[in-house]
C-alpha cells in the first residue's frame, strides 16, 4: 500500500526553482503545491530543504540573539514581554533593587537549529547570599552557577566568561557540536546572554500541528502543577485519547487555553515569520492571567494531509496496534528501520559514541545523548514514543527542550503505550539487542511498518523481516548490515 507520488512528468527541477525564485521571488503555484505534498521518501534527495526554502522563508536571516531581537520585535507589535535589561550591569541593579532576572543563553542557532543545549542561570539577592556560604558541588552549568560565581566577587565580565566557558563542559553540547561538524572556538564567538526580568506564574509551550489544521499541541509547568495534551481551537482537548493518570488535574482551563491560542496565532501571523511554520512557542502566563511572550523556536511546516485511514486497512489480527497519539503525517504504509537501543552516550567528549548511520530512519530515542536527540530530530522520519499519550505530554510539560525535540522536529511521531511496546517488540528481541549495544557504539532496532494521518496511526513488526536488526558503527559509516 505505498502512498501517493508525485506524477512522472512533473519532476521537480531544484536548481531552476532555486534560479526562478532569485530572479522573480516566488515559485508557481502547481511547483509549489508539489513540494507541499510530495511524499517523504522524496525528502531524501534534498526536496524538504529546498521546500522548506522555498515555502517556509522568514525574515531573520543574520540573527545574533534570538530571544532578545524577536522579543523586541514581538513586543513592537503590542504583545506583552517581559522586560529585558541592556547590559549584566543593568540586570545586576535590577536584582540589587529585589528582582529576579534570568541570564538566558543567546546563540544562532537557537532560533532554528539546537534547543536546550546552553543554560538559563538564575539571580536574585537570596540566590547570590545562599550561594556566598555554600560548601555543596556545582557542576559547571548548573542554572545557579552565575550566581556562585557572583557571590565569589568576579567582575560582571568575567562571570559572563566563565559560564560560557562552562558550556563546554557539557557533554550534550560537545556531543552536538562533534556531529554537526562545528569546532568550538567558532561556537563561542557567537555566543552571548540576555537578561529578562522573571515572571512569577506557569510556563506553557504551545505547537500548531503540522498536519491537521486548528490543532494544537500545549503542555504547562508550574510549581507544583503539570499538564499537556492536544487541543482544539477553543482549548478543548481530543476526546479520543485514553486517560492513563485520571487524577492527573490539567492547570489550565478551556478559557485560558484557547487565549494561548489566539496569542499564539496572532505572534505566529506577523509579518516577519513565515506564518506556515509551526513553531514551538514558549510563553508565560501570569499569576493574574497575563500571557507573555518568551520565545520563538522554529520546529516543522505546516503540510496538510487530506488522506484519511480507514481503521480496517489495520486490523489487530495482522499486528497493527493503534497509536494513543499522533503527530505528523506518514501516508497508508511506509516501511522504516527504527531504533531501540544505543551504546550508551560516552562518558568522555574525547570518545566518538554512536554517529548516525544511513539506517537512522526512525527511533525510540531510548539513551541519554541528548547531543543526538537535537542533532538528529530534525533528520529522523518518525518518532515512536513506548509511553502512553498522557505520559508523553506529561514528559514534555517539564520545560525539558530534548523531549520536545524528540516529538516535534521529526516528520512525524506516534505514541503506542507500554502495553503495545511489549506485545509488539518481544522481551527476548530487545534483551538480545541490549546486550548487543552496550559500550559497542551500535544501535540496534527492528523493521517497522507504520501508517498515520496527522490524527490516526499504526504500528506493528514488519513481518517479512527478520527481526531484530543490529546496526555496527565505525566512524561514520554503517558496516555490517
Known amino acids: 500500500m505505498p502512498g501517493p507520488r508525485l506524477a512522472p512528468n512533473a519532476p521537480l527541477n531544484i536548481p531552476a526553482l532555486e534560479a526562478l525564485e532569485s530572479m522573480t521571488g516566488f515559485v508557481p503555484e502547481d511547483m509549489r503545491q508539489q513540494i507541499l505534498t510530495a511524499p517523504l ?11 522548506l526554502r522555498m515555502v517556509d522563508a522568514d525574515n531573520w536571516e543574520g540573527i545574533k540573539q534570538p530571544k532578545q531581537e524577536i522579543g523586541d520585535y514581538v513586543e513592537a507589535c503590542g504583545f506583552k514581554v517581559p522586560r529585558r535589561y541592556g547590559s549584566f550591569d543593568g540586570a545586576m541593579q535590577a536584582v540589587n533593587g529585589g528582582a529576579t532576572v534570568l541570564m538566558r543563553s543567546e546563540h544562532p542557532q537557537e532560533y ?21 556560604i555554600a560548601k555543596y558541588y556545582l557542576q559547571p552549568g548548573d542554572r545557579s552557577m552565575a550566581a556562585r560565581y557572583i557571590a565569589s566577587g568576579l567582575p560582571l565580565e568575567d562571570v559572563e566568561f566563565k559560564v560560557q566557558e562552562d558550556s563546554f563542559e557539557s557533554l550534550p553540547l560537545t556531543r552536538y557540536l562533534s556531529l554537526s561538524g562545528q569546532s568550538e572556538n567558532d561556537f563561542v564567538r557567537d555566543l552571548s546572554y540576555s537578561f529578562w526580568e522573571y515572571i512569577p506564574g506557569k510556563n506553557v509551550a504551545v505547537v500548531a500541528d503540522d498536519a ?7 503542555t504547562t509547568m508550574g510549581k507544583k502543577e503539570f499538564g499537556g495534551g492536544i487541543y482544539l481551537p477553543d482549548g478543548i482537548e481530543e476526546a479520543e485519547y485514553p486517560k492513563e493518570y485520571p487524577a492527573q488535574k490539567d492547570p489550565l482551563d478551556a478559557a485560558t487555553r484557547a487565549a494561548l491560542i489566539e496569542t499564539y496565532e496572532a505572534i505566529r501571523q506577523l509579518p516577519r515569520f513565515a506564518a506556515r511554520n509551526c513553531p514551538i512557542m514558549e510563553m508565560q502566563l501570569g499569576e493574574d492571567g497575563t500571557i507573555w511572550f518568551l520565545q520563538y523556536h522554529k520546529a516543522r511546516p505546516f503540510r496538510p494531509t487530506s488522506e484519511r485511514l480507514d481503521p480496517s486497512d489495520y486490523p489487530a489480527k495482522d499486528g497493527w496496534f493503534k497509536a494513543e ?3 505528523g503525517a506518514l501516508g497508508s504504509f511506509v516501511t522504516l528501520q527504527t531504533a531501540l ?25 531510548l539513551h541519554y545523548d541528548t547531543g543526538l536527540t537535537e542533532y538528529i530530530s530534525p533528520r529522523r522520519i518518525a518518532y515512536l514514543s513506548n509511553k502512553s499519550y498522557q505520559r508523553t505530554y506529561l514528559d514534555m510539560s517539564d520545560g525539558c527542550h530534548e523531549v520536545r525535540s524528540r516529538w516535534f522536529k521529526p516528520h ?17 528481541g530487545r534483551d538480545k539487542l541490549s546486550e548487543g549495544v552496550h559500550n559497542q557504539y551500535k544501535m540496534g532496532g527492528f523493521v517497522l511498518d507504520y501508517a498515520s494521518d496527522g490524527l490516526r496511526g499504526y504500528v506493528r513488526s514488519n513481518p517479512d523481516a527478520k527481526q531484530p536488526k543490529m546496526h555496527y558503527v565505525s566512524s561514520d559509516e554503517l558496516v555490517g548490515y
Open 41 to 51: 521518501t522524496d525528502d531524501l534527495s534534498g526536496l524538504r530543504e529546498i521546500g
Open 212 to 218: 491537521i489544521p486548528d490543532r494544537y499541541h500545549i
Open 341 to 365: 537501543w544505543y551504546t550508551v552516550h560516552p562518558r568522555r567528549a574525547s570518545m566518538p559514541g554512536y554517529v548516525p548511520g544511513p539506517s537512522e530512519e526512525a527511533s525510540f530515542d
Open 412 to 428: 512525524a511521531a506516534l505514541s503506542i503505550g507500554k502495553a503495545a511496546y511489549e506485545a509488539m517488540l518481544p522481551k527476548d
Open 325 to 327: 497519539a499522533v503527530r
Open 112 to 132: 532554528a537549529g539546537f534547543s536546550g543545549l546552553l543554560r538559563t542561570y538564575r539571580l536574585n539577592t537570596e540566590e547570590i547570599e545562599q550561594q556566598k
